[in-house]
C-alpha cells in the first residue's frame, strides 16, 4: 500500500496538483466572499474535484511520455516507466479522476465542469505531443495552467443554465475579476517554465524536448525569460486597475515583480544553471503569495 501511495502520488505529480488546486481555492474564496458567503462544502468539492481533474491530465501526460520519461532522470523513477505501474492500471486510474472529478464540477457550476474538460483535453493531448515538436507547446500549455483561477472562480457561482446565478457584485466584476486572475497566471508561466527549461535542459534533450525559446541556451532564449520576467511588474497593476486590488496587494506584487526582473536581469548578464534557479524559485514564491495577500483584500477585518 505504501508503495502504491508513493506512486500514485508521482503519477498525480501531486506538488503540482497541489500547486494547481491552491491557485483554484483562492479564486473560489474570491467568488465567493464578492457573493457576501463563503459555502466550504462547495470549497470541499472544489478542492477534490480539482485535484481529481489535475491528477488525470497529469496522468494521461505521463502514459503518453512513459518512454520519454525513462530516458531522463528527472522521470525516470516515474511508476510508468519504471515498471511498477502498467499502462492500462494508470489509464484507468487517470480516467476515473478525469470523470469524477469533471462531474463534481460539473455539479458546482456548469461552466467550471466544461473549462475543467477543455484544461485536460488541452494539456494532455494538446501540449504533451507538442514539447517535442517546438518552443510554442511553453505558449500552449500556459492556457491549461491559467484555467485554475477561472475553473474555482466560477465554481463559487450556482449555474443558471449555461451563465451563472449572481446579485452582491455587477456583470462588469464577474467578467473581469476571474479574467485577470488568468492573465496574472498566464504570464506567470513564461519565466516559471522558462526558468525550469533553462535548469532541465540537458535532461530535457535526452527525450527531444525543446522547451526554450531558441531550443537552446543562448543569449535570445535569456533576453526572452528576462522580458517575461519584466512583464510580471505591469501584470501585477492589473487588480488594482480594475479596482479589486488594493495597495497592499500592489505593492506586494511590485515588490515581487521587481525580483523577477532582477533575478531575469542576472541570468541575461550571467546565463547560468545558477542564474536560471533564482528566476525558478522566485516564481515558486510569487504566485502563491500574491495571491494570498489579493484574497485578504477581499476579507472584512472587523
Known amino acids: 500500500m505504501k508503495q502504491f501511495i508513493s506512486d500514485f502520488n508521482k503519477l498525480v505529480k501531486l506538488r503540482l496538483t497541489l500547486t494547481v488546486v491552491f491557485s483554484a481555492s483562492i479564486s473560489f474564496l474570491i467568488g465567493a466572499t464578492q457573493q457576501g458567503e463563503i459555502i466550504w462544502f462547495n470549497w470541499l468539492l472544489l478542492t477534490i474535484g480539482g485535484f481529481f481533474v489535475t491528477g488525470a491530465a497529469n496522468g494521461f501526460n505521463e502514459i503518453i511520455e512513459k518512454d520519454l520519461d525513462k530516458l531522463m532522470t528527472r522521470t525516470e523513477d516515474r511508476p510508468l516507466p519504471a515498471g511498477r505501474m502498467t499502462t492500462g492500471q494508470a489509464l484507468v486510474l487517470s480516467l476515473f ?64 443554465g449555461f451563465g451563472l446565478e449572481y446579485a452582491a457584485i455587477s456583470e462588469a466584476a464577474v467578467v ?8 496574472i497566471q ?36 535569456a533576453w526572452m525569460l528576462f522580458i517575461s520576467a519584466v512583464l510580471m511588474i ?61 484574497l485578504l483584500n477581499f476579507i472584512p477585518f472587523k
Open 176 to 183: 473581469i475579476t476571474p479574467l485577470v486572475l488568468f492573465v
Open 234 to 294: 505591469p501584470v501585477g497593476f492589473l487588480p488594482m486597475y480594475f479596482g479589486f486590488g488594493g495597495w497592499i496587494f500592489t505593492i506586494v506584487s511590485l515588490l515581487g515583480g521587481l525580483m523577477f526582473a532582477w533575478y531575469g536581469y542576472k541570468h541575461l548578464a550571467e546565463q547560468s544553471i545558477g542564474s536560471a534557479k533564482r528566476v525558478m524559485f522566485t516564481s515558486f514564491i510569487y504566485l502563491p503569495v500574491t495571491q494570498l495577500v489579493l
Open 186 to 221: 498566464f504570464v506567470w508561466q513564461f519565466p516559471h517554465f522558462w526558468a525550469i527549461a533553462w535548469v532541465a535542459d540537458d535532461d530535457y534533450k535526452k527525450a527531444g524536448f525543446r522547451l526554450l525559446p531558441t531550443k537552446e541556451r543562448d543569449r535570445v532564449s
Open 97 to 160: 479522476m478525469g470523470i469524477f472529478g469533471t462531474l463534481i464540477l460539473v455539479k458546482l457550476n456548469f461552466i467550471a465542469g466544461l473549462l475543467s474538460v477543455f484544461s485536460i483535453f488541452l494539456y494532455a493531448f494538446v501540449y504533451t505531443p507538442l514539447k517535442q515538436k517546438s518552443p510554442i507547446a511553453v505558449f500552449v500549455g500556459a492556457f491549461p495552467g491559467a484555467l485554475p483561477p477561472l475553473i474555482g472562480y466560477y465554481a463559487a457561482f450556482k449555474s443558471a
